[in-house]
């Protein structure tokens, strides 16, 4: 039955009613990061959009102007609220990037090798190799920071972007290699001995007719692993000191004197924007039902 | 081209084993079916052939060259699935091309091969066309075309035509049987469908629970089954099956179903009196009349098909189907007599299920 009208006028206002509550933090964290620092914290009350927008801010955080050169050109006084920490972020956002995506790469790379083979290749204990992986994912990172930490001082790997990469990887990975079997278990095999009949070998197969058949499932999985390694927090605090990325760099912006709102906003909502084009490039690739056509549905 | 020479092969998966020590010689050229129930053997049998599965115990020869430990690709076969298994992400000239591409064929030999095989299949105007913007007969020929582009030496199918809709199966069905007469390229053909094997196969190997139960040219499988399970399962409506013991009624044999009931036998009929047979006569060797004949039935349902009718009846407590060509009309529920043809009763033994020949 078609709904009725004013069923589907509900329909609508609550699908925007839902929309709204889910976008207003990001709008209000957008909006505070160009407001002046007086109008974060008005002490009649919250500020909507009567204030005069400034990219003071993100002059601070993304172009290296140092706070007292913008209390000089303020005309005295202080600029915020905190102390003399670096908030110059271009490094950050740089090394934020180096790790993202080569963890995802890495990822993606290792991931879809293995779960071919967990799809097609029979071997003894596959099951519980499987379980195995997955039960790599319940592990709480906390439980083996302190280890893992010990290990990469050992080797070397503490504070490079290759360390971190490797610790993304780590937790990518069970995972990844889980979503990318779904995916390539989706494939009829028919489809391999097609392939083999037609004169590929195991790796023509896989590179040439399998994995183009997946690449919706491979671009799902690259957006799940740069988006976690991108909001990572607690292994990038551990096993980094110079290199700092986007969540662990955040909280230095609260200091001993005071929080900085407008720096943490503009920096913030500056992060949103490579994960953003990220999934953007890949987005074209998440279209569903891309092994149509090969079979009789 | 090439033959294709079974023997003794076995297969197991784990410790059980659905294929026993089968033996079978496809000469060079033929079109052989291997028919049977779903679970008996044939695809596997198939995929051996192809390589897709190892025999565990036996060897497969295809062009007298020993091929059990050869890889699918340097078999020279070409393979036809059930279910298509097109690449979907190539278009058709791609698909088609693909095993030329994998052995670095030119690309001008490819574009003529592949331009070959589109105009004896129609494709020619959907090659730039990816799967997903074809019909299901259109998906089911480029996958025969493939096949036909690498001009292998021997074409395995595996139930092409299960997931086209009726109209369409019979359609493919003779194009099938046309490639093979054009190609005389030697074909397995596996299906559960007899009439699909009937019309398509110079030979046909019917098979149960992995073994062959028969095989032969249709027409003399049909004519001759060797057993009650090839006569059953072979032909449509089947074939009737009547249990009765072998007697002498005045001098003649005949096979008493009932007391009522005495089916009729040619003298040469080859059992014994007192043996325990199936009497079997197939529908359009049953000639139903409202008045005149051997047995008396009694009508249930009538199905004019257009060619022929269908009148199934019950004969002592048995529903018997018996066809005739000729423009009567049966009532339901009415009394009908049926007169078998003599000449055309099969006779089985009913413990063994084997066929007793006329003596």
């Known amino acids: ?297 | 081209m090439a033959s294709v020479t079974i023997s003794d092969v076995s297969k197991s998966f784990g410790t059980v084993e659905v294929i026993h020590g089968l033996s079978l010689d496809i000469p060079d050229g033929k079109f052989v079916v291997l028919l049977g129930p779903s679970g008996c053997g044939k695809s596997t049998l198939l995929r051996m052939i192809a390589g897709l599965e190892t025999a565990t115990k036996g060897d497969i020869a295809i062009a007298d060259t020993v091929v059990n430990t050869v890889h699918p690709k340097d078999r020279n076969i070409a393979m036809v699935f059930q279910n298509y298994a097109l690449y979907a992400h190539m278009t058709v000239f791609d698909n088609m091309a693909f095993s030329m591409d994998l052995r670095g064929t030119p690309k001008a030999e490819m574009k003529e091969k592949v331009d070959w095989a589109a105009s004896i299949l129609n494709l020619t105007d959907y090659l730039d066309r990816y799967p997903r913007q074809l019909s299901g007969g259109q998906r089911q020929r480029v996958a025969m075309g493939r096949a036909i582009v690498r001009d292998p030496a021997v074409f395995l199918f595996d139930e092409p035509l299960s997931n086209l809709d009726a109209k369409l199966r019979v359609q493919m069905r003779t194009e099938i049987k046309e490639l093979h007469q054009k190609l005389k390229t030697t074909t397995v053909y596996v299906t559960h469908d007899q009439i699909e094997a009937m019309t398509m196969a110079d030979h046909i190997v019917i098979m149960r629970d992995g073994v062959i139960e028969q095989e032969g040219r249709p027409l003399d499988i049909y004519d001759g089954p060797d057993n009650l399970f090839v006569a059953g399962f072979i032909g449509s409506p089947g074939m009737n099956m009547l249990n009765g013991t072998v007697e002498r009624m005045d001098g003649t044999p005949i096979v008493r179903m009932t007391d009522e009931i005495a089916l009729p036998l040619p003298e040469n009929a080859g059992a014994k009196d007192g043996q325990a047979v199936v009497y079997g006569i197939r529908p359009e060797h049953l000639e139903p009349r409202p008045d005149t004949g051997t047995l008396a039935a009694t009508t249930q349902v009538v199905e004019p098909t257009g060619p022929e009718n269908h009148v199934y009846a019950s004969l002592g407590g048995v529903e018997v189907c018996a066809i005739t060509r000729d423009r009567i009309e049966f009532k339901p529920e009415a009394p009908v007599r049926l007169t078998p043809d003599l000449e055309r009763v099969h006779l089985f033994d009913a413990d063994t299920g084997m066929v007793i020949r006329h003596g």
């Open chain 1, 1 to 297: 039955m078609e709904p009725s009208h004013a069923s589907r006028t509900l329909r609508d206002i609550v699908a925007v009613l839902v929309v709204a509550i889910f976008m207003f933090p990001i709008l209000w964290w957008g909006l505070n990061s160009i407001k002046p620092y007086s109008a974060i914290f008005d002490k009649d009350g919250p500020v909507y959009l009567d204030f005069e927008p400034t990219l003071d801010n993100y002059r601070v955080t993304m172009m290296g102007v140092s706070r007292v050169e913008l209390a000089i050109q303020d005309g005295g006084g202080t600029y915020g609220a905190g102390g003399a920490s670096s908030y110059d972020s271009r490094q950050t956002i740089l090394d934020s990037i180096i790790v993202s995506v080569g963890s995802t790469i890495i990822s993606v790379f290792l991931a879809t090798l293995a779960a071919y083979a967990l799809s097609r290749m029979a071997m003894r204990g596959k099951q519980h190799f499987i379980f195995w992986v997955l039960s790599q994912r319940f592990m709480p990172p906390i439980a083996i920071v302190i280890p893992l930490l010990f290990m990469f001082r050992d080797m070397g790997l503490r504070d490079t972007h290759f360390g971190l990469i490797l610790a993304h990887v780590l937790i990518n990975l069970p995972l990844a290699v889980l979503l990318l079997k779904s995916f390539f278990d989706d494939v009829p095999k028919d489809v391999d001995e097609a392939a083999m009949i037609d004169g590929a070998t195991r790796w023509q197969s896989f590179r040439r007719v399998v994995l183009p058949m997946v690449r919706g499932g491979v671009a799902a999985t690259a957006v799940l692993c740069f988006i976690f390694s991108w909001t990572e927090f607690m292994l990038s605090l551990y096993l980094t000191t110079s290199i700092r990325t986007l969540p662990v760099k955040i909280t230095t912006f609260v200091t001993s004197t005071g929080t900085e709102w407008g720096f943490i906003t503009a920096l913030g909502t500056t992060a949103i924007l490579p994960a953003f084009v990220f999934i953007l490039l890949v987005q074209r690739h998440l279209v569903r039902g891309l092994t149509l056509g090969s079979l009789k549905e």
